[in-house]
């Protein structure tokens, strides 16, 4: 549940300007993403310039072999950028000799992922397949490639079991937030004992108290961070814009029916 | 084939002394026929612009009864367009099949990190979406209105002069033949496009616009076999950050395209970017045009003022998600014209602000806003983001979204859906939307490390 309130409370700020600015003309400051074509590639693994999502400056790094799984992966040759770079419509230059940068992984096999590398301890290590897939896709986010019919991806998502992704995603964020309410609720609770004597199961009988522990429920699943409170306002602007631009017309001088004839 | 008849009518100088008529009447609540009838002669109606909106308004007001002039400045360019119209219209517009050049039968979406669906496997051998050339399409539905007796004048209108009291004219004031000339009318239909001269001149109010780009490329054989039926659709942050990227095939060659609202600078870095997506599809073709037009993101703020509606893309009455407009251009000309044609009986009585707004503007918004606002949805939802664009290929790859989606594009109603699949769907979706997210937090945080 928590989750899926993480839909709309999204720290990335691609969001956020979905939310503000489709409909106004672009000025500069709102165009944070440079276009793929323009951003300078680190010869890096993961080429951690700055993509879309955070819109920040292009981050120079220097080759990090991050991850413990040390998967093989085609370095990217520097002759890749000019072939973006260059401003020439015409199809892709190509010498025979420079290898485009293609994603590449042993475990990468036919399209989709091959669980049988992916076992531990005799069953399949799903971490290790969401992690896979998310390194997959930000290497496709940072390098696009041509999509050919030769070797199509059909990966699909829903093939890890649900219960993989609670593990991982849902209940540390559960336990934290169950933390903090719980925290809260035994100071409140002891706070409204001491100025009122109301003892916590003469509290709970209260309509008042059920109530305010209502908000609270609610208030914790929903605001979980300080701009959550902010997102949220605008998302609720933004899902009334496009109705008020329809509704606009009505809206018009009517009065005014007779001024034009 | 259709073929281009154009009458080059050259009307004489047509400002006629003014009519004693009465002064139109207040509002009253009682609804029996409260404008004046006209002396001795029809409604006159002048509809500006010659595409779909303008010549079924046209059709659809000759048809009724009142005097039509059409106006188009130019009656045989081929307008930028994707050329899609669904099969709905082809009923409903009594098009002729010999006018649809390609049925596409098959559409692909391909993600940002190129997992690709098929939509199309519930489509029934009879369903297709029906490919045309514009310029096709747009002399077949003129010369029909011309038929029903609407006057085609080849000109470009200049100015519309506002009527100085609810009983004068309007007065279109256009260059024909290298000379000024003007037309005075009572009601006037602006259906000249997203650019629109009559918009201004009653001041419609602006709308934001995306712009939409493609060039045309004629292809070797062997690759245009692959697009004989099928069209494909492109998703990612390299191609478009708030719109989607296409290849569609046309009549003997592809139109490779994107579009955008929001970074519209840089819309030839997207080109290329779906050059390269689509490349070993398209390469050795050979670009055979370039051509760019702006598309309305939403309504403009006014569309009916005085005895002047807005239809079309004047109106602003693309949906989002999909940039569908032909199809909502041909629909609003026409209920705009039976509107003007019911309001004033036949033609026989003046017509006021107020039949405009009941007759078209009611009837249109009560029909088509739901149709808007899911689309507005969709796409606030799906095309945001690259971890959207993935949740909506995810999800796009499910029977039961094939068949609701493709169903409502090419009927525009919707479909009677078996309720549980309903609740299944709405299940998955969210499900899909919070797996994708979680990736693409993952992703971030990929990023945050290194």
């Known amino acids: 549940m928590s989750i899926s309130m993480a839909l709309f409370s999204p720290p990335a700020p691609n969001l956020r300007t979905l939310l503000s600015s489709p409909r106004s003309l672009p000025k500069p400051r709102l165009t944070l993403k440079p276009s793929p074509s323009l951003m300078p590639k680190a010869p890096a693994f993961f080429a951690v310039s700055a993509s879309s999502d955070n819109g920040a400056g292009a981050v120079p790094s220097s080759a990090v072999a991050v991850e413990e799984q040390g998967e093989p992966k085609v370095a990217v040759e520097p002759a890749k950028e000019p072939e973006r770079e260059n401003g020439s419509v015409a199809s892709a230059p190509e010498e025979g000799a420079v290898a485009v940068a293609k994603f590449n992984d042993s475990r990468w096999v036919g399209g989709t992922w091959n669980l049988k590398q992916f076992q531990k301890d005799g069953s399949t290590d799903w971490d290790a397949v969401i992690d896979a897939e998310v390194r997959r896709r930000k290497w496709l986010e940072d390098n696009p490639e041509s999509s050919s019919n030769d070797d199509p991806v059909v990966f699909d998502t829903s093939i890890i079991p649900w219960w993989a992704w609670m593990k991982r995603f849902h209940l540390p964020e559960a336990e934290l937030l169950n933390g903090r309410a719980a925290m809260i609720g035994f100071f409140m609770a002891y706070l409204v004992d001491s100025l009122t004597g109301v003892g916590l199961v003469d509290q709970m009988g209260n309509f008042f108290c059920k109530t305010l522990l209502f908000i609270a429920v609610v208030g914790v699943l929903v605001i979980r961070k300080n701009e959550d409170v902010e997102t949220i306002k605008k998302l609720i602007e933004e899902t009334t814009f496009y109705d008020k631009q329809w509704q606009a017309t009505w809206q018009d001088d009517n009065s005014g029916s007779s001024k034009n004839g | ?450």
Not at chain 2, 77 to 97: Q, T, V, W, Y
Not at chain 2, 324 to 350: L, T
Request: one cysteine or more.
């Open chain 2, 1 to 450: 084939m259709a073929s281009q008849s154009l009458h080059h009518h050259f009307a004489s100088l047509r400002l006629r002394t003014r009519q004693p008529l009465k002064p139109s009447p207040r509002p009253l609540t009682v609804a029996a026929s409260k404008n004046p009838p006209l002396p001795g002669r029809k409604l006159r109606a002048a509809v500006i612009g010659g595409g779909p909106a303008g010549s079924s308004a046209a059709e659809s007001l000759a048809s009724g009864g009142v005097e039509t002039f059409l106006f188009e400045r130019s009656p045989s360019s081929a307008k930028p367009c994707g050329g899609a119209i669904p099969l709905c219209m082809l009923d409903e517009f009594d098009l002729p099949h010999s006018l649809v050049d390609r049925h596409v039968t098959e559409m692909r979406v391909i993600s940002p990190s190129n997992i690709t669906v098929d939509f199309g496997k519930t489509l029934r051998p009879h369903e297709f979406i029906a490919m045309l050339r514009r310029e096709v399409l747009d002399s077949f539905l003129r010369s029909r209105a011309e038929s029903r007796g609407a006057e085609l004048i080849t000109g470009l209108v200049t100015d519309l002069e506002l009527p100085r009291s609810s009983s004068s004219p309007y007065v279109v004031h256009y260059t024909s033949g290298g000379s000024k000339r003007s037309l005075a009318v009572d009601v006037v239909v602006g259906a000249d496009g997203a650019n629109s001269r009559v918009a201004k001149s009653i001041g419609a109010g602006e709308y934001s616009y995306a712009i939409a780009f493609q060039e045309r490329i004629r292809l070797p054989d062997e690759k245009m076999k692959y697009y004989e039926n099928l069209a494909e659709m492109y998703l990612g942050d390299d191609v478009s950050p708030d719109f989607y990227a296409w290849v569609f095939p046309k009549c003997d060659h592809v139109a490779v395209g994107t579009g955008t609202v929001r970074s519209k600078r840089e819309i030839k870095a997207y080109q290329r970017g779906i050059r390269e997506r689509a490349r070993p599809k398209i390469e050795g073709g050979q670009v055979i045009k370039v051509e760019a037009h702006p598309i309305p993101e939403h309504p403009r703020p006014v569309r009916v003022r005085g005895r002047v509606a807005l239809v079309g893309d004047a109106a602003g009455y693309v949906t989002k998600c999909s940039g569908e407009g032909i199809y909502f251009a041909a629909k609003s000309g026409r209920m705009c014209g039976e509107g003007i044609v019911k309001a004033s009986e036949g033609g026989a009585r003046m017509v006021g602000e107020e039949d405009l707004r009941r007759e078209y503007l009611r009837q249109w918004d009560d029909r088509y806003v739901s149709t808007y606002r899911v689309l507005d949805l969709l796409e606030k939802v799906f095309y945001g983001s690259n971890w959207g664009r993935e949740a909506m290929v995810e999800l796009c790859g499910g029977e039961y979204v094939q068949r609701v989606s493709l169903e409502s594009y090419m009927y525009k109603r919707l479909v009677e859906g078996d309720r549980w699949e309903g609740v299944k769907m709405a299940a998955s979706t969210v499900a899909t939307l919070v797996r994708c997210k979680i990736m693409s937090g993952e992703m971030g945080r990929l990023k945050a490390i290194a």
